[in-house]
């Protein structure tokens, strides 16, 4: 058995084989297992955003509700275990790499790819820790993403935007098609506010599937209070989830996911399978970031200037976290900006310019990066200061030198770049644990 960053090295050595879609590779690897997806009930949420939160939220309220609930979320921040929590606890390093040494072997046979190993450790961790039910959500699209070997107790499609084409399929009702692939025949369906073309062919799909189309729409919000750490709302459900909740971030685009999470715990009480009260659904979403390890949803860090991470990485992500920043009137902010290749840079920087006073465009430490001189050529052409601060380390320092006195720091774009960031703030080498 190796150590813990020989196998994680080893894990990443994955990921040079590329991306394979389709489910025949984490079959062979749970049945090399003896099964665990079967060893116990589980929900399955995908979409574009909101996925994590939703994902976060439900298994916090079943926790506070006294079950033993496993989290399978993707990707980490900065280390892997983040990815693979039990009541909000990460992955021992002992079991993983006791679960990593058994399946070796067959990952090299089969060319596994990282991913599927990920999951294959996930499902399996969960059986042996003996959790009564686990939350797991996809990784990218659904239809073929390797969680989707599970017959879960409900689906959820949180959103749908355009991304991922190239492996999605361009345009929304192609990647729709993609998503919906988890909508299993019978089983509740619960869908966010996914926009009308995107609404149809899920519900064609539900229909086809005999599987009950549950829209979040059921569920009548109203924002009550607002603000950097918290955000109070009154939700109308029609049962027994009428009442005031409190979210530890701050962002009205997290009230729907909160939306989300409430109709799938109201569809596990119809069917009479994990009953949460109100209190305990009030108490898990309240200390979501304890029970699950949810971090950088419009998290504040503290300090002189005031930093603030979040995981924006679309332009409808960003869109969202300009509209949380105007609530809150801050309009002062200094944005710490990087993006992958193959995400719509003019549509993020034309966003980011509604409510920044300057961008320092970064490059972290992946591949996939896009370069942080042509982040800040597209900010300055949507007429914002921006500058290319290099590394995310060096980006962060220049931002909070250069913030004005009652302004704020915003690290936004990309995990890898929040990742980056948290990691140096604990004094951890990102390089070293992520490769």
Known sequence: MGTYPESIRFLYSLQAAGMKFGLRGIRRLLRGLGHPENAYPSIHIAGSNGKGTTAALVASALTAAGYRTGLYSSPHLVDFAERIRVDGRAI??????????????????????????????????????????????????????????????????TSIQREHEQILGRGIVRIAREKGGIIKRGVPCVAGDLGPKAERVLRRIARQRSAPYVSIRRVRTQVLEESLRATRFLARTGGSYDGEYVLPFAGRHQVRNAAAALQVLTELGRRRRFVVSFDEASEGFRSCRRLSGLESRFEVLGGRPVVITDVAHNPA???????????????????????????????????????????????????????????????????????????????????????????????????????????????????????
Do not use: W
């Open 317 to 435: 992500a960003v869109r969202s976290l300009v509209k949380t920043l105007e609530h809150l009137s801050l309009r002062r902010v200094t944005f710490v900006l990087g993006l992958m290749k193959d995400k719509d840079l003019r549509a993020i920087a034309r966003s980011l310019g509604r409510v920044a006073s300057h961008v320092v465009a970064v490059q972290p430490a992946t591949e996939r990066a896009c370069e942080s001189s042509a982040i800040a050529r597209a900010v300055r052409a949507q007429g914002v200061r921006s500058s290319d601060g290099g590394a995310v380390a060096t980006g962060v320092a220049m931002a909070r030198r250069r913030t004005p006195k009652g302004g704020i720091v915003v690290v936004t774009g990309s995990h890898f770049v929040v990742g980056e960031m948290l990691a140096a703030r604990r004094g951890k080498n990102y390089l070293t644990i992520n490769q």
């Open 92 to 157: 021992p390093r002992r079991e993983f790499l006791d679960i990593l040494e058994g399946l070796r072997g067959e990952i090299v046979k089969g060319r596994s790819t990282f991913f599927e190993a990920a999951t294959a450790i996930a499902l399996e961790h969960f059986r042996r820790a003996k959790v009564d039910v686990a939350v797991l959500e996809t990784g990218l699209g659904g239809r073929l993403d390797a969680t989707n070997t599970v017959r879960p107790l409900v689906s959820v499609i």
